[in-house]
């Protein structure tokens, strides 16, 4: 069987991921909306600097060591994603029902009861801004004002450099209705494209640009389809970065819709994004990760998928570092 989903860290009650290295790992998506490559997995990684701070590891010092069914073997010599001190971000946060829904409602509800995703948007921007003061940050989100016709994407705060211009809006967040992925994506680029134009026209050119996108499931109300927002991403150079999140269940994986896992992969791998999936109580430990390595950078490095099994588990290290563990289920 091939792993079709990641959950980042070790399951099971009191696991924590280590702080400072792993985003994500995920199989490569296949040529088809349905599939994922019968061979291999991308590691998104980042290092520590022994100090207490975060930098761009070399590639090829990224290892994955599988155990089950094991082993795993390097790919390719891996990709840089340099950070930067200035940049450009919108976070699409989910704010649909399944958020606050009871049990009974649906499979895997309510998927974050104590809205740790909020508070996890606010540390991604502490960090953020603690290290790199330049970068321009907005907040929309989708569910509630998605109805009627109305855009998919409704802008709460930014794009603004001041962390203090969230507080009203994320205060306010509360759970709506249905999830508008893909509306929202097309939607949000736009905007990215114009704060970016008007930064060149001011003297700052070629800031990056890049979304993302925070979802308990898959998309269940958009009019654009996932071909159209990666079309539109990729025309204006937009990365998207893709976190999925929910309970775990009594196997110790999170709780998440097929097509959820297989969209939000083919959304950040397309594009030159990273993709997790971590429980709604390790939103904010691994956002504190991302923040810090939207400044300082991450590589990713691809593995071959060992075959015979229904889960993949091992370990993903840099060189002789500290590592962290990554588990796939067959989700299909």
Same mark, same amino acid.
């Given at each position: 069987?091939?792993?079709? =989903?990641?959950?980042? +860290?070790?399951?099971?009650?009191?696991?924590?991921?280590?702080?400072?290295? *792993? *985003?994500? =790992?995920?199989?490569?998506? +296949?040529?088809?909306?349905?599939?994922?490559?019968?061979?291999?997995?991308?590691?998104?990684? +980042?290092?520590?600097?022994?100090?207490?701070?975060?930098?761009?590891?070399?590639? =090829?010092?990224?290892? #994955?060591?599988?155990?089950?069914?094991?082993?795993?073997?390097?790919?390719?010599?891996?990709?840089?994603?340099?950070?930067?001190?200035?940049?450009?971000?919108?976070?699409?946060?989910?704010?649909? /029902?399944?958020? /606050?829904?009871? !049990?009974?409602?649906?499979?895997?509800?309510?998927?974050?009861?104590? @809205?740790?995703?909020?508070?996890?948007?606010?540390?991604?921007?502490?960090?953020?801004?603690?290290?790199?003061? #330049?970068?321009?940050?907005?907040?929309?989100?989708?569910?509630?004002?998605?109805?009627?016709?109305?855009?998919?994407?409704?802008? *709460?705060?930014?794009?603004?450099?001041?962390?203090?211009?969230?507080?009203?809006?994320?205060?306010?967040?509360? !759970?709506?209705?249905?999830?508008?992925?893909?509306?929202?994506?097309?939607?949000?680029?736009?905007?990215?494209?114009?704060?970016?134009? #008007?930064?060149?026209?001011?003297?700052?050119?070629?800031?990056?640009?890049?979304?993302?996108?925070?979802?308990?499931?898959?998309?269940?109300?958009?009019? &654009?389809?996932?071909?159209?927002?990666?079309?539109? #991403? &990729?025309?204006?150079?937009?990365?998207?970065?893709?976190?999925?999140?929910?309970?775990? /269940?009594?196997? +110790?994986?999170?709780?998440?819709?097929?097509?959820?896992?297989?969209?939000?992969?083919? *959304?950040?791998?397309?594009?030159?994004?990273?993709?997790?999936?971590?429980?709604?109580?390790?939103?904010?430990?691994?956002?504190?990760?991302?923040? @810090?390595?939207?400044?300082?950078?991450?590589?990713?490095?691809?593995?071959?998928?060992? @075959?015979?099994?229904?889960?993949?588990?091992?370990?993903?290290?840099?060189?002789?570092?500290?590592?962290?563990?990554?588990?796939?289920?067959?989700?299909?």
């Amino acid at each position: 069987m091939l792993p079709a =989903a990641c959950n980042c +860290g070790p399951p099971g009650p009191g696991a924590e991921p280590v702080e400072g290295l *792993l *985003l994500g =790992a995920q199989p490569v998506p +296949g040529p088809d909306d349905a599939g994922v490559a019968a061979t291999e997995f991308v590691a998104w990684a +980042g290092a520590l600097d022994g100090e207490g701070g975060f930098t761009l590891p070399e590639p =090829a010092g990224i290892t #994955a060591t599988c155990e089950v069914p094991g082993p795993c073997m390097p790919s390719s010599g891996g990709v840089k994603r340099p950070g930067t001190a200035r940049g450009l971000l919108a976070i699409v946060l989910d704010d649909s /029902g399944s958020n /606050g829904a009871s !049990p009974n409602i649906c499979v895997g509800c309510p998927t974050d009861p104590d @809205e740790k995703r909020v508070e996890a948007i606010r540390v991604l921007l502490r960090r953020v801004y603690g290290r790199a003061p #330049a970068w321009r940050i907005a907040l929309f989100d989708f569910g509630w004002n998605a109805n009627g016709g109305r855009i998919a994407a409704t802008l *709460l705060a930014g794009y603004t450099s001041y962390e203090a211009d969230f507080d009203a809006a994320l205060d306010a967040i509360t !759970p709506g209705y249905s999830t508008y992925i893909f509306d929202s994506i097309v939607d949000v680029v736009p905007t990215l494209a114009g704060e970016r134009a #008007a930064l060149a026209d001011a003297g700052t050119p070629d800031v990056p640009a890049r979304i993302l996108v925070v979802s308990d499931g898959e998309d269940t109300s958009s009019v &654009k389809t996932l071909a159209e927002a990666l079309a539109l #991403a &990729k025309l204006h150079g937009v990365a998207i970065d893709t976190v999925g999140y929910g309970q775990r /269940g009594d196997a +110790g994986t999170v709780v998440l819709a097929n097509r959820a896992y297989r969209d939000l992969r083919r *959304l950040a791998v397309e594009t030159g994004g990273f993709c997790t999936v971590v429980s709604s109580s390790e939103l904010p430990a691994l956002f504190a990760r991302v923040g @810090e390595l939207y400044v300082a950078g991450w590589s990713e490095r691809r593995f071959t998928v060992p @075959e015979g099994g229904a889960q993949v588990r091992g370990r993903i290290a840099i060189g002789d570092g500290t590592g962290s563990d990554f588990f796939f289920e067959d989700f299909r």
